[in-house]
């Protein structure tokens, strides 16, 4: 069983991370948005966009304490699928709340600071999603690894838009900050160290 989910891991997925997506489609059929639907798709796709960051920088910390491949193999799915989202979250404000009006959309990024961090932390992103091919990979070599760590400030950045755009409610954003904190305490020096020694510890019976 775990053999069969392991080869189907990327299937399996790619399926998961379309739910919130046909959710959101099935809403807007039944016409159950709410009083506010742009609102509610706009929050609901940053929200989305956020998990799907922080689930794939899972990955190297699950890889190290499992000893498992699997993780690696649908980490840059997560992050692509954490940018379409993205580009849903921003398209919703551009497109739906603002109708292209830039005039307003520059007077949002100059007068609030969560627009701001928002659009720093796609603008992030764009280069991300356009080396995430292996043929970008192998020519970039060591910059890919370097272009790519910017995943962490972009997560930050993520999480600092969602606090400053609220004003009340701050635990779910809390929940995240607290799931990045731990994830960058996973890739200190220190820790990296101790999941290996875990990893090798002989079991009882094995003497």
């Not at 080869?7 to 807007?28: Q, S």
């Not at 956020?50 to 794939?56: D, F, S």
């Not at 060591?142 to 910017?150: A, E, G, M, N, T």
């Amino acid at each position: 069983m775990r053999t069969l989910l392991v080869k189907h891991i990327k299937p399996v997925c790619f399926v998961l991370c379309c739910l919130p997506l046909a959710y959101l489609a099935t809403l807007f059929l039944m016409d159950e948005l709410g009083a506010n639907p742009i609102e509610w798709v706009t929050r609901f796709s940053g929200t989305w966009a956020l998990r799907m960051l922080l689930i794939a920088l899972m990955a190297t910390p699950l890889q190290r304490g499992l000893g498992a491949v699997w993780p690696f193999r649908i980490r840059r799915m997560l992050g692509l699928f954490g940018f379409f989202y993205v580009t849903v979250h921003l398209s919703s404000y551009i497109v739906l709340d603002q109708f292209f009006d830039w005039y307003e959309i520059y007077y949002d990024l100059v007068e609030r600071p969560f627009i701001m961090a928002g659009m720093v932390a796609f603008v992030l992103l764009i280069p991300l999603a356009i080396t995430s091919t292996k043929k970008m990979m192998r020519r970039l070599g060591k910059r890919w690894k370097q272009l790519h760590r910017s995943v962490y400030l972009i997560a930050a950045l993520g999480i600092l838009h969602y606090f400053l755009l609220i004003k009340l409610g701050w635990f779910e954003p809390a929940i995240y900050l607290l799931v990045y904190t731990l994830l960058m305490i996973m890739r200190m020096p220190l820790t990296k160290m101790l999941s290996q020694v875990v990893r090798r510890e002989p079991t009882p019976d094995s003497s």
